[in-house]
Antibody
Framework: EVQLVESGEGLVQPGGSLRLSCAAS????????MNWVRQAPGKGLEWVSY????????YYADSVKGRFTISRDNAKNSLYLQMNSLRAEDTAVYYC?????????????WGQGTMVTVSS | QSVLTQPPSASGTPGQRVTISCSGS????????VNWYQQLPGTAPKLLIY???QRPSGVPDRFSGSKSGTSASLAISGLQSADEADYYC???????????FGTGTKVTVL
């Protein structure tokens, strides 16, 4: 079964750090581009970051640029999001999402999400 | 801040057709394909339409997408109670060098 499972949920104080992980299974992870998307409580979806299949190309939303770092380990079938200098507005459910092969930029597989709460 | 604008809500009775609009600009919808996602309450989003009008395997043909210029739309025909969800359009934005989602539309079946 094709699956993405996020982990790293937590409560962190403003200014703190947290690392999210996304474990992929059921497909050849190294062949796919990956993304992080977040959703603040009661709000809409917000794209956070993109990484190419090799990791050579990376993009970030302006709202997290300079604070978040996306990375991947194809040998471990894992995607990561290192979040530093966290702010209250970073509180959200974070989803990892696979970009569909041949589907342009469509996200065809999503994880179940992991909650990040930034509060003192 | 979303750069793709959708109506906040849409509704219809069972069996009716509902259409959701998505308005963007030349840097996103105008130059890239549009995807649509369905998010049922308490669940992760699901890809509903990709490349403007293509349905992934398993998505009923009651769902259809179209694009014209800098706007796109999603139509749901034969509305069912199971279609009650939030719907989001999305596209790559060449100016932002990032992916942008619409503001989201909550569909209610009356």
């Amino acid at each position: 079964e094709v699956q993405l499972v996020e982990s790293g949920e937590g409560l962190v104080q403003p200014g703190g750090s947290l690392r999210l992980s996304c474990a992929a299974s059921g497909f050849t992870f190294s062949s796919y581009e990956m993304n992080w998307v977040r959703q603040a409580p009661g709000k809409g979806l917000e794209w956070v970051s993109y990484i190419s299949s090799s990791g050579a190309t990376i993009y970030y939303a302006d709202s997290v640029k300079g604070r978040f770092t996306i990375s991947r380990d194809n040998a471990k079938n894992s995607l990561y999001l290192q979040m530093n200098s966290l702010r209250a507005e970073d509180t959200a459910v974070y989803y990892c999402a696979r970009a569909a092969a041949g589907g342009g930029d469509a996200f065809d597989i999503w994880g179940q999400g992991t909650m990040v709460t930034v509060s003192s | 801040q979303s750069v793709l604008t959708q109506p906040p809500s849409a509704s219809g009775t069972p069996g009716q057709r509902v259409t959701i609009s998505c308005s963007g600009s030349s840097s996103n919808i105008g130059s890239n394909t549009v995807n649509w996602y369905q998010q049922l309450p308490g669940t992760a989003p699901k890809l509903l339409i990709y490349r403007n009008n293509q349905r992934p395997s398993g998505v009923p043909d009651r769902f259809s997408g179209s694009k014209s210029g800098t706007s796109a739309s999603l139509a749901i025909s034969g509305l069912q109670s199971a279609d009650e969800a939030d719907y989001y359009c999305a596209a790559w934005d060449d100016s932002l060098n990032g992916y942008v989602f619409g503001t989201g539309t909550k569909v209610t079946v009356l």
